[in-house]
């Protein structure tokens, strides 16, 4: 099974039938960590049934590569959050389409109730913008929303990235890539400590590498040029919290834009914006739901 689940080429935008689904499960876990039986089926067979993922899923589980933690609901249904085993991720150590990044096992089911909440907000928001690049023609899949993404800031410290987003907007015969970090915010930090993460990207843009053995004038430029043609815009998505507490920590993040200057000359260069994660799945990012941190009218995403 091994040798057969390294046969998913790099390449793929976006699962086809053609390819095995269990690979394609193990490689979607791995990739994106942790993920309920309907947001598996959405992110690889979204024309597919439940039953059919489900069946993967088990018989996974069954051979000892993934397992599962039971969500609370208030309702008492049964809904299943599925994660790599440590065997598991070492079947998938080597999968091309995690583009050198390793497989990410979690170690027990209270590590896997940690981090579920918080991993399944980050699942849904690549969803959304998944079904809006099926809707739109456009390009989007399960390999171009990297997760946990870390940056030097310099001084020892890095930034994390809840996800670094790639999209291709497909407009006849144009393609224009655009790429984003995204920012998954469940109001359970304060709106300041929120507002900080700006500060902290304001320094990635800034952060230049010192060369080894060099005096300390010879720069080499932007350490972000390493990995991205342009800096990718920063966009924050927010949710668990009322509407007006929500629209209170975006007026927060405009503030620190206004504020700060480090971060008022980041957002001279970079698009900043902000959106509620509910409206990005009702109306679609490609809707007018995201406030500039720049002020001004809300928007599609492509357009701050």
Same mark, same amino acid.
């Not at 057969?4 to 690979?23: F, K, R």
């Not at 390793?102 to 940690?114: E, F, G, R």
């Not at 300390?216 to 972000?224: E, K």
């Not at 679609?284 to 492509?302: E, F, I, K």
């Given at each position: ?16 039938? @053609?390819? !095995?689904?269990?690979?394609? /499960? ?91 909440? $918080? ?18 023609? $456009? ?7 990297? !997760? ?6 310099? &001084?020892? &410290? ?23 970090? /995204? ?36 720069? /080499? ?7 991205? !043609? /342009? ?28 504020? $700060?200057?480090?971060? @008022? ?17 009702? $109306? ?15 928007? !599609?995403?492509?357009?701050?």
């Amino acid at each position: 099974m091994n040798s057969a689940a390294q046969s998913i080429p790099a390449t793929a935008m976006a699962p086809t039938p @053609a390819e !095995p689904l269990t690979h394609q /499960v193990l490689a979607g876990l791995a990739q994106h960590r942790i993920a309920t039986t309907s947001q598996m089926r959405r992110m690889l067979r979204p024309d597919g049934t439940r039953q059919l993922m489900s069946r993967v899923l088990n018989r996974l589980r069954s051979d000892g590569f993934v397992d599962c933690t039971v969500l609370p609901d208030a309702n008492r249904t049964r809904t299943n959050a599925w994660y790599l085993t440590q065997e598991g991720a070492r079947l998938t150590r080597d999968l091309p389409v995690l583009r050198g990044r390793p497989p990410y096992p979690i170690s027990s089911m209270t590590a896997a109730s940690l981090k579920t909440p $918080h991993t399944l907000a980050v699942v849904r928001a690549h969803l959304a913008f998944a079904a809006d690049a099926r809707r739109l023609g $456009h390009e989007h899949g399960p390999w171009d929303w990297t !997760p946990e993404v870390s940056h030097s800031i310099g &001084e020892g &410290e890095r930034i994390v990235a809840d996800a670094v987003m790639y999209y291709t907007v497909v407009e006849s015969e144009h393609r224009r890539k655009l790429r984003a970090f /995204v920012e998954v915010d469940r109001s359970t930090m304060s709106s300041e400590r929120l507002a900080v993460k700006l500060i902290e990207y304001a320094r990635l843009f800034q952060y230049e590498a010192q060369p080894v053995g060099r005096r300390r004038q010879a720069s /080499v430029g932007p350490a972000w040029l390493r990995w991205y !043609p /342009v800096f990718p815009r920063v966009l924050f998505v927010l949710t668990g919290a009322s509407r007006v507490r929500l629209e209170n920590r975006m007026s927060d993040l405009q503030a620190m834009v206004a504020q $700060h200057p480090l971060v @008022a000359g980041l957002a001279r260069e970079v698009r900043l914006g902000a959106a509620v994660l509910e409206d990005l799945e009702q $109306h679609g990012p490609a809707q007018d739901v995201w406030m500039p941190l720049v002020g001004g009218n809300s928007r !599609p995403w492509t357009d701050l």
